[in-house]
């Protein structure tokens, strides 16, 4: 673990109960060895508060302009992010996200790819299913329950591992993963409509 992500997640969960009041909510042990976190998106600050979930570092993917900055840059690599080109077809972020996950590390992903501005689950983009169909990492839906609003809670429900086994015995196909992503859609709108209840 990079010592400022371990320096900085204790100050990171005060911030996280003292402002936006964080419940989270877990369906099951988040399991072993490599893990992908899908989540629904509403803010800037989702990857702070999903890095809440375990103590085991999160690597993210980020949009390249924010590494434009230095200082920026040089802060979200230290806390596990790395960049992502969202306008083309990044194979380097894609071959990294596989190279962690082999290394038996967890992946934070947000599918919508942008931030959700209506609060409603958008479309995903297929990467969380392709990635765990062909690493046979853990994936894991998460939602949250509501767009931020200081002193508002913020409530995360983590759900159980998705089981993948239908998949299992050949080489993942397009229609396998656009079923897998359909499938992981659906779960991750359900378990944001049940974390609003908690």
């Known amino acids: 673990m990079m010592w400022l992500y371990r320096v900085g997640w204790p100050v990171v969960w005060v911030f996280t109960k003292l402002f936006f009041r964080l419940k989270i909510v877990r369906q099951a042990p988040l399991p072993q060895g490599p893990v992908i976190l899908c989540c629904n998106h509403f803010h800037m600050l989702d990857p702070l508060n999903t890095a809440m979930i375990t103590r085991r570092q999160v690597f993210y993917m980020a949009k390249k302009e924010l590494f434009e900055h230095k200082f920026v840059g040089w802060l979200i690599t230290h806390l596990g992010a790395f960049p992502v080109d969202r306008n083309n077809n990044d194979v380097s972020s894609m071959r990294k996200s596989l190279a962690l996950l082999k290394e038996g590390k967890?992946?934070?992903?947000?599918?919508?790819?942008?931030?959700?501005?209506?609060?409603?689950?958008?479309?995903?983009?297929?990467?969380?299913?392709?990635?765990?169909?062909r690493t046979g990492a853990a994936?894991?839906?998460?939602?949250?329950?509501?767009?931020?609003?200081?002193?508002?809670?913020?409530?995360?429900?983590?759900?159980?591992?998705?089981?993948?086994?239908?998949?299992?015995?050949?080489k993942p196909t397009s229609e396998d993963i656009q079923r897998l992503n359909t499938r992981l859609r659906e779960t991750v709108i359900a378990l944001c409509e049940q974390a609003r209840s908690l």
Request: proline share 7%; charged share 15%; net charge positive.
């Open 139 to 170: 994936l894991v839906p998460v939602g949250f329950s509501n767009p931020y609003k200081l002193g508002k809670k913020v409530k995360m429900l983590v759900g159980a591992p998705m089981d993948i086994s239908d998949f299992a015995g050949h």
């Open 106 to 133: 967890i992946l934070g992903i947000y599918p919508e790819g942008t931030r959700s501005k209506d609060g409603q689950v958008h479309a995903f983009h297929s990467g969380a299913a392709m990635f765990a169909l």
